[in-house]
């Protein structure tokens, strides 16, 4: 059996270096042998058996693959017990692929920390986060926004950046902490290779299925340990009816614990992203305020061009919602802009899936609410333009001007 143990844990004020060995196949699945988390205050006074959680729910799983062991110095009593049930409802999840694998601590330690009545909540400034956010402010004191994707401390990536300053703004806004963590646990693991052997059987992949609801949610732990949170509250981007195997889901996210009294809340699973975005519509109307929210994941801002933006523009505008209250500038008749959108970028839409998921809600929602909602002209427009088709023409029209470009690349030249 492979192993992946860990060494020792080095606090350096607010960061954490996990040196740890692999061996065997395994170490092939890793690419560096350090990990570490930066986080936004010093959590030197934090017992080693916490501060050990990111690394584990980072690399957990991967042991459940191929049978391995992981090895760590010391665990919080409540967070282990609670792996057993974390595991089993990924095996349910996954059951036609036997999860093997296990944990092993050198000493098991009783952490408690007070039942409190606040919460933090994970938040990446989209959709699902600004809903889970509106419905739980009274009890939210704190957001957080993990980033895992640094290469090193000193890498710099614009997206993680770009995110910082959304959610640090928002945090102002609403006059709550913001707390920011990053973190190299998901460019350390070579995804691709993990990919390579395991996706096509377990129909997932590492990341999307397995790892990054897992170390936000420890990422979280810690700082709930720091600041005497007992609730963490993690917004869900699937709902009830969807069948998706994803690391985030509601019988997986709410298994955790920790220090006896932590949990975890897996927060609107119940609601689809239509009714999402009512709560938020309802909400800016009630306050008269701007809500800014960043969807798009192509640029720093709403580029209102992309299927991402265009997704949200159509949900707002079903709710009866003014799109440039939400970050989104666009000119007033977005009938006009968008039949030029779409001629020139739907080619380049993933609208089969997305349609099917989510823009059939949305139709649902615009033919009931129709009476209230007042920009017709962009709805009528909406509800009858053949997406399909358009999508065919442009994909052709794409082709067509790419031609040499796309040959060159498929050649390798
Ligand atoms: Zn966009």
Redesign the pocket.
């Known amino acids: 059996m492979d192993n992946i143990i860990l060494n020792d844990i080095v606090i350096k004020k607010n960061i954490v270096f996990y040196h740890f060995k692999v061996t065997g196949e395994t170490s092939s699945f890793f690419r560096s042998d350090t990990m570490f988390f930066e986080f936004p205050c010093d959590v030197s006074n934090i017992p080693q058996s916490v501060l050990v959680l990111p690394f584990v729910a980072s690399v957990y799983s991967l042991t459940w693959f191929n049978n391995s062991i992981l090895w760590v110095p010391e665990i919080d009593r409540t967070f282990l017990m609670s792996l057993r049930d974390v595991k089993q409802s990924f095996q349910e999840m996954h059951y036609d692929f036997l999860f093997k694998g296990k944990i092993v601590p050198s000493k098991i330690i009783d952490n408690k920390i007070d039942r409190s009545d606040d919460a933090i909540l994970l938040f990446g400034g989209g959709v699902d986060a600004h809903c889970s956010f509106i419905r739980n402010k009274s009890i939210i004191s704190r957001i957080l926004n993990v980033q895992g994707w640094f290469k090193s401390l000193d890498a710099v990536d614009k997206g993680a950046d770009d995110d910082f300053r959304h959610c640090k703004l928002f945090a102002e806004s609403q006059n709550i902490d913001f707390l920011y963590v990053r973190s190299n646990f998901a460019t350390i693991i070579n995804s691709v290779k993990v990919d390579k052997l395991y996706s096509k059987k377990l129909r997932e992949s590492w990341w999307h299925g397995f790892q990054h609801s897992q170390a936000f949610i420890s990422t979280a732990m810690v700082l709930a340990f720091k600041y005497g949170v007992s609730n963490i509250y993690i917004a869900s981007s699937n709902t009830t009816g969807d069948q998706v195997a994803c690391a985030s889901d509601v019988t997986t996210d709410s298994m955790f614990s920790f220090a006896e009294n932590g949990r975890v809340f897996h927060d609107a699973f119940e609601l689809n992203r239509q009714e999402k975005i009512k709560i938020i519509v309802d909400y800016q109307k009630k306050t008269g305020k701007p809500y800014p929210l960043k ?5 720093d801002h ?5 299927e ?2 265009f997704r949200t523009i159509i949900e707002i505008v079903a709710e009866n919602g003014d799109v440039n209250a939400f970050g989104f500038d666009v000119p007033s008749s977005l009938k006009s802009y968008y039949q030029d959108v779409v001629y020139r970028r739907i080619g380049l839409w993933g609208i089969g899936f997305e349609s099917k998921i989510y823009w059939s809600k949305t139709r649902k929602r615009m033919l009931e609410n129709y009476d209230n909602i007042q920009d017709k002209e962009f709805v009528d427009w909406f509800l009858n333009f053949d997406f399909d088709k358009a999508h065919r023409q442009g994909l052709i029209r794409y082709y067509r001007k790419n031609f040499f470009s796309i040959l060159k690349r498929k050649l390798n030249l």
Request: aromatic fraction near 8%.
């Open positions: 969807v798009c994941s192509f640029n709403n580029c209102c061009e992309c991402k933006c």
